[in-house]
Structure formats: C-alpha cells, structure tokens
C-alpha cells in the first residue's frame, strides 16, 4: 500500500499565478481532505471531499477551490495567488474517523 | 469559534523519562481526538487517537487520556528515546468532520 501520495513536492509561483496540486488517497480511502500548513503553525482546514462533492468547508476564500475524481483522487486548485499562500499544503484521506496525510506540497509564492 | 490550545510548545527530556503533552478543545460536540506526530520535512502521522466514549487508550509507550467534563486531552510517552524527538498536534473533531489542530509541541529527548 502507497500510502497517501501527493505532486508536486515543491513549487515555486509568482504572485497573482494559479497553481493545482494532487492528491492520491490512500487505497479504500473515499474522502479526501485538504489542509494548509504555515511554518511553526498547526494544520489549519481547508476543504474535504466526498463522493465527489465538497462536503465541508473551512474559512477559506474562493480562490480555494478544489475537486474530486471518480477514483477519489483530489486536486487542489489556487487563483491569484498571495504571498501569504506559501505554506505546504497537505492532503488527508479517510475512511471513518483516521485521517491519513501525505507528505505534502510546499508551495513558495515569490 | 472552535478552538484547540496545546501546552507546551516547547519539551526538552533526558532520554528513558517521560513526557506529556496537554490540550483543550473548545466545541462540546467534538467527539473524536487523534494526535499526529510530523518530524522534519514530512506530513503528519497519526500515532493514537481516543473516542469520546472512552477516557485512555494506551498502545506501547505511548497512552492518551481524555476528561470530557473538563474538555481536556493529554498524550504521554513513557521510556522517551531519541527518536521520539518531533513536532507533535493533538486534534478534534465530531465524528469524520474537520480536525481542528492544536499549535503544536516540539520534543527533543536528548541521550
């Protein structure tokens, strides 16, 4: 078993850019969650998919937005991007209560 | 708002002592309560996790405990060795809703 997988590992963009990163869950895991992680800070909620809907969402802009696939893989999409959105992003999958991260994507906004 | 503070941020121990790590959660409803240990360039890993109907679980070295009453939660790691030195978050959530992190607890276990 892989294991959560997640692409790319780093990615640099310039301000006001867009940027998609990938999460492939863990096997038999159908819902994914996305979290952001700033340095020296905790996990802080993005979005969580299920059954290819967003079922939750945390306080986030819309720039966030993010999608399901059949096979429960997940991508995360960002607009306009801001300084402040570097951080490394973090994708969880479940099944049940355990969620399961990744080793994330650290993305660097210049 | 829902909220999960985490004390201490900082936890030096001599190897083969014990540590603790406390938290507190705000949201009443919150039910479920993983801790996750994350080492340097890596994503979070889910070491124990407890369920509101249960107040410790223990698994090795390391046992959780959780108070309802009192909303609070702590991780203790017994016989500390080098490689216990991480970042450790405890969380909550209800049920498979959002974990709300708390702001994390650096442990060095020195030789």
């Known amino acids: 078993d892989a294991g959560v997988t997640q692409s790319p590992t780093h990615l640099i963009k310039t301000r006001g850019q867009q940027v998609t990163l990938r999460c492939s869950p863990k096997?038999?895991?159908?819902?994914v969650s996305w979290y952001q992680q700033a340095l020296g800070q905790g996990p802080q909620f993005i979005f969580q998919?299920?059954?290819?809907?967003?079922?939750q969402r945390g306080n986030f802009p819309d720039r966030f937005s993010g999608h399901q696939f059949p096979n429960y893989s997940s991508e995360l999409n960002v607009n306009a991007l801001l300084l402040g959105d570097s951080a490394l992003y973090l994708c969880?999958?479940?099944?049940?209560?355990?969620?399961?991260f990744g080793p994330g994507t650290r993305l660097t906004v210049t | 708002g829902e909220n999960v503070e985490q004390h201490p941020s900082t936890l030096s121990v001599q190897e083969g002592d014990s540590a603790v790590i406390k938290c507190t959660y705000s949201?009443?409803?919150?039910?479920?309560f993983p801790w996750y240990k994350q080492e340097l360039g890596k994503g979070p890993q889910l070491i124990i996790d407890?369920?509101?109907?249960?107040g410790e679980k223990k698994d090795q070295r390391i046992a959780v405990t959780l108070n309802k009453t009192a909303k609070h939660f702590s991780l203790h790691i017994t016989e500390t060795q080098p490689e216990d030195s991480a970042v450790y978050f405890c969380?909550?959530?209800?049920?498979?809703?959002?974990?709300?992190f708390g702001t994390g607890t650096r442990l060095q276990v020195f030789p």
């Open positions: 969880a999958s479940s099944w049940g209560h355990e969620q399961y």
């Open positions: 096997s038999g895991h159908d819902t």
């Open positions: 998919y299920y059954e290819e809907e967003e079922r």
């Open positions: 949201d009443s409803a919150s039910n479920y």
């Open positions: 407890i369920r509101s109907n249960v």
């Open positions: 969380a909550a959530s209800y049920n498979t809703d959002k974990l709300i």
